[in-house]
């Protein structure tokens, strides 16, 4: 079996038979679907079986108690067959010619990682095409420049697929709490010794303003901000035990400073001044000298980190939101 791909849900009905039909009508036929059902109190579990019963390439773990999205993706991960691992959260879509695309890089070479584009979708209708960063093909040859250059990809699970001997093999899992993704995404590009890049949007993230990070699995107002920094500090920690050098370290602590702007910006709604202080004390920890690959704005943000300008920050980022909104 050439795919498996986990779909952790929690009560998302709504959705669930859009993103599992995308499934169904992959032009590449070589899969299984291991979906998990994080003890739904909606009707997500009898379409599930509804799935199942039409297509035996499905499968149906319902958890016996709420343990969260990333544990249930270690649940799939753990019953997975296939060659390579993917996930689709229940709220998503994939393109119908993604697992055919993958197929074509993996004739290329069984990389330990594919990374691909992705469109991020609104409620309204409006899709806005999101890619990842831009490098010339060939740095992908030498590790360092390849981790550099693709960690500026989204640190989530679903945007890339995973050879899945590499992924169990060095034990990747999402961790318990909140901001889960970070750990295993950054991880799993360090240990690889492969990477392959497909530059074509072939996934569809919903966002849903109004809701925390939108997706499967949350309960409501059971978002955590503050395992953000538990992440950060799991992932720094790792870095200094691999003894990773400033380069890699540095395009960390730059993501680092994005995705903390981004929560207390739009996410981080109550304890916002201490919220920012935590921010500012991450930033002076882990700090390492940026070299010329930093922006303005990377400059920016980290200045008003170090100087404590939480206004100007939230001033800011809301003139750039709707500057660059106006550019799309």
């Known amino acids: 079996?050439?795919?498996?791909?986990?779909?952790?849900?929690?009560?998302?009905?709504?959705?669930?038979?859009?993103?599992l039909t995308s499934i169904v009508v992959q032009s590449f036929t070589d899969y299984e679907v291991v979906v998990v059902d994080d003890n739904s109190t909606d009707d997500s579990n009898n379409l599930i079986r509804e799935f199942c019963r039409k297509d035996p390439r499905f499968r149906n773990i319902r958890n016996r108690t709420n343990?969260?999205?990333?544990?249930?993706?270690?649940?799939?991960?753990?019953?997975?067959?296939?060659?390579?691992?993917?996930?689709?959260?229940?709220?998503?879509?994939?393109?119908?010619?993604?697992?055919?695309?993958?197929?074509?890089?993996?004739?290329?070479?069984?990389?330990d990682l594919i990374f691909f584009d992705y469109f991020k979708v609104y409620d309204d209708g409006e899709k806005?095409?999101?890619?990842?960063?831009?490098?010339?093909?060939?740095?992908?040859?030498?590790?360092?420049?390849?981790?550099t250059s693709l960690l500026g990809y989204f640190s989530v699970p679903w945007n890339k697929a995973y050879r899945r001997q590499f992924y169990q093999t060095n034990s990747l899992t999402y961790p318990e709490g909140s901001y889960e993704d970070i750990v295993c995404s950054y991880q799993a590009l360090l240990l690889s010794e492969s990477r392959g890049v497909i530059r074509e949007p072939l996934y569809n993230y919903r966002?849903?303003?109004?809701?925390?990070?939108?997706?499967?699995?949350?309960?409501?107002?059971?978002?955590?901000?503050?395992?953000?920094?538990?992440?950060?500090?799991?992932?720094?920690?790792?870095?200094?035990?691999?003894?990773?050098?400033?380069?890699?370290?540095?395009?960390?602590?730059?993501?680092?400073?994005?995705?903390?702007?981004?929560?207390?910006c739009v996410r981080v709604t109550s304890n916002r001044c201490e919220f920012f202080s935590k921010c500012c004390g991450h930033v002076d920890k882990y700090f390492v000298q940026a070299d010329r690959k930093w922006h303005l704005r990377d400059w920016v943000i980290y200045l008003l980190f170090k100087f404590r300008y939480m206004r100007l920050m939230l001033l800011g980022n809301k003139l750039y939101l709707t500057i660059v909104k106006a550019i799309k």
């Open 1 to 19: 079996m050439k795919f498996s791909i986990v779909v952790p849900t929690y009560n998302q009905y709504y959705y669930l038979r859009e993103s």
């Open 67 to 111: 343990v969260g999205q990333g544990q249930s993706r270690n649940i799939g991960a753990d019953q997975s067959r296939g060659e390579y691992l993917l996930f689709l959260d229940s709220d998503d879509w994939i393109e119908r010619n993604l697992l055919q695309e993958l197929n074509r890089k993996i004739a290329e070479f069984r990389y």
């Open 128 to 147: 806005i095409l999101e890619r990842g960063p831009v490098f010339d093909d060939a740095c992908l040859r030498e590790r360092l420049s390849a981790v």
């Open 207 to 264: 966002h849903r303003p109004g809701t925390v990070r939108t997706k499967p699995n949350i309960k409501p107002n059971s978002v955590n901000h503050d395992d953000v920094f538990k992440r950060f500090k799991q992932i720094f920690d790792y870095l200094q035990d691999r003894n990773e050098p400033d380069s890699i370290r540095a395009e960390i602590f730059r993501m680092m400073m994005h995705r903390y702007a981004g929560l207390l």
